[in-house]
């Protein structure tokens, strides 16, 4: 492949021919976790492969080099067209940049490309039972014992657990008296050393996507420490511009995949097509547009902080509205039916909540963008 591919407009062209003559297209007539988790590692192998993952990754860490957001156009046409989910496609993009950010340069290279080849998959131990918003408060402790630390603690939320091989773990080192955000250091745990126990989660929308997962007296090598002890806040800080630009723009694919699936179907029963769909693909544009914009800051090398704050609220907006207007405009479908529709607009009600509530979200931006002070 030459260097005419890093230019993001060609990449784009030439992935888009790619997949239309490599048939990624998930089997039939299983639509359970497991399927996806199989199709997930199917298309990332595939992916791999051929080049596409490698794309937008730097070479030290297995990639291929060129702009970051080749790799936000891979997961747009990967999410958009249906051939993976865009929950388990996520961690690729929240976790492999802090992988590279923050381990050895030794241990990035040999983890980063089982990630991204599908060999593995990982997960994220942030949240706790205790200590969700308010992140820096998680009691999860590691205490040093020679060239090793003892972990003990619980995290919960934490998505995909079930089917990782690693997580990145947030866990406080500190002693009493280091202030909170000083106290917190991020560890790259096996998930199958000795231990460690993973619970799934049944929901309200019937899929165990979240688990508990508890740490007994687990062992972890002191070189599997990202960053120095009490980089852990700081690695959570650099973790959620990932998380709220090339995720999101992988979600919001997702999301336009079914809106253009609601039209279909609003037509098939004989429905008209009104304002709430008229008003639904504006929130969709809406929220598009901003993440793009994101996504660009991004890729020039500008450190994103609380402006992303607006994507969120903007994403849990159009995302609610979205299904919203399903329920409406499908009448019993969600009430009666056990279907696609029904599991997604259960999950849609998390959508305020899940990656920090709108509540907070609206305080950081009247706070940190509008100055408008604590009250």
Not at 108 to 123: N, R, T
Not at 257 to 269: E, N, P, T, W
């Amino acid at each position: 492949m030459s260097d005419a591919l890093l230019d993001p407009a060609t990449f784009r062209i030439a992935l888009r021919d790619w997949l239309d003559t490599n048939d990624l297209t998930p089997p039939a007539g299983d639509d359970s976790l497991e399927a996806h988790q199989a199709q997930h590692l199917r298309v990332l192998k595939a992916l791999y492969d051929a080049g596409w993952m490698r794309y937008g990754w730097p070479e030290s860490a297995g990639g291929l080099g060129g702009p970051d957001i080749l790799r936000a156009i891979v997961g747009e046409e990967v999410v958009g067209r249906g051939l993976d989910h865009p929950g388990p496609y996520s961690m690729l993009d929240v976790l492999t940049p802090t992988m590279i950010g923050y381990a050895r340069p030794e241990l990035a290279a040999e983890m980063v490309p089982k990630l991204l080849s599908g060999q593995e998959s990982w997960c994220q131990g942030f949240s706790e039972p205790g200590s969700g918003s308010d992140l820096a408060s998680l009691t999860t402790r590691a205490v040093q014992d020679g060239d090793t630390w003892i972990i003990n603690g619980q995290k919960v939320w934490t998505s995909f657990a079930q089917f990782a091989t690693r997580c990145v773990l947030l866990t406080r080192t500190g002693g009493p008296d280091t202030p909170n955000h000083e106290a917190i250091t991020a560890f790259f745990v096996d998930l199958k050393t000795p231990g460690v126990t993973v619970r799934p989660l049944r929901t309200m929308h019937g899929v165990d996507e979240f688990c508990e997962v508890y740490f007994d007296d687990v062992a972890v090598p002191a070189d599997r420490m990202l960053g120095k002890p009490g980089d852990g806040w700081r690695l959570a800080m650099d973790l959620l511009p990932y998380e709220r630009s090339t995720c999101f723009w992988q979600r919001i694919a997702y999301l336009y995949s079914r809106f253009d699936a609601l039209v279909d179907q609003v037509k098939r029963v004989g429905q008209a097509v009104d304002s709430d769909l008229g008003e639904t693909y504006l929130a969709l544009h809406t929220l598009r547009c901003r993440s793009r914009a994101t996504q660009h800051r991004l890729a020039d090398g500008h450190k994103l902080g609380a402006e992303t704050s607006i994507d969120k609220v903007l994403l849990a907006g159009a995302e609610q509205q979205l299904y919203d207007t399903a329920r409406d405009l499908l009448p019993g479908v969600i009430e009666l039916d056990d279907n696609d529709w029904r599991t997604e607009y259960l999950y849609s009600r998390a959508a305020t909540i899940y990656g920090g509530t709108a509540e907070i979200q609206r305080n950081i931006i009247a706070r940190r963008l509008l100055d408008l002070g604590k009250e």
